[in-house]
């Protein structure tokens, strides 16, 4: 560029900055629409503008900001892997024939992890172990209600299933098939 041009550009852009703002106008039509312009025209009335085009811009690399985020850096946070327990057998609502009594109970946990496996038969804690198999014994005869809770290292509860029901069916002794 040569510097003709150069100072041609300085004043163009001077003579940009110096101009004062223009008035704009409104004006409704009858039928209804809204034309702007910077010519008055019958009832136009003029359009405040200056409370729109205000900016403010935050400071970016300030070096205020700088040292702050040095002294303070921001604490990543691991996701939290969200556990499901779910109760592979006995099934929902599953009648079991069993005339000692004995019930297993499978449970299984996605994703894996290490842990601890809790069952809970009819309201009431039974056993706490890191296997997810329960083997019960002398069960009673009717409904029951089980879940199974996943427990970290320090017993918090991580995930549990959802409760549900099975039966249990024995033999008597009354009913004589004849």
């Known amino acids: 560029m040569s510097k003709s041009q150069v100072f041609y550009i300085f004043c163009l852009v001077l003579f940009c900055i110096s101009v004062p703002a223009q008035v704009v106008y409104k004006t409704v039509k009858a039928d209804g629409s809204v034309v702007y312009s910077d010519v008055v025209s019958d009832g136009a009335v003029p359009v405040n503008l200056s409370a729109m085009n205000t900016v403010v811009m935050p400071a970016l690399n300030s070096a205020s900001s700088q040292t702050t985020s040095r002294n303070n850096p921001v604490q990543k946070s691991k996701p939290q892997v969200e ?6 057998s006995p099934m929902a609502e599953q009648t079991l024939r069993d005339n000692s ?4 109970i499978n449970a299984e946990v996605l994703p894996k992890k290490s842990g601890k496996f809790q069952l809970v038969f009819d309201n009431q804690i039974v056993k706490t172990q890191s296997k997810s198999q329960f083997q019960l014994e002398s069960v009673n005869r009717g409904a029951h209600i089980i879940q199974v809770n996943f427990l970290d290292n320090s017993g918090k509860i991580l995930a549990s299933s959802k409760p549900q029901t099975f039966y249990l069916q024995k033999a008597s002794a009354l009913i004589h098939a004849n």
């Open 101 to 104: 009594g004995a019930v297993t």
């Open 83 to 88: 556990y499901v327990v779910s109760i592979r």
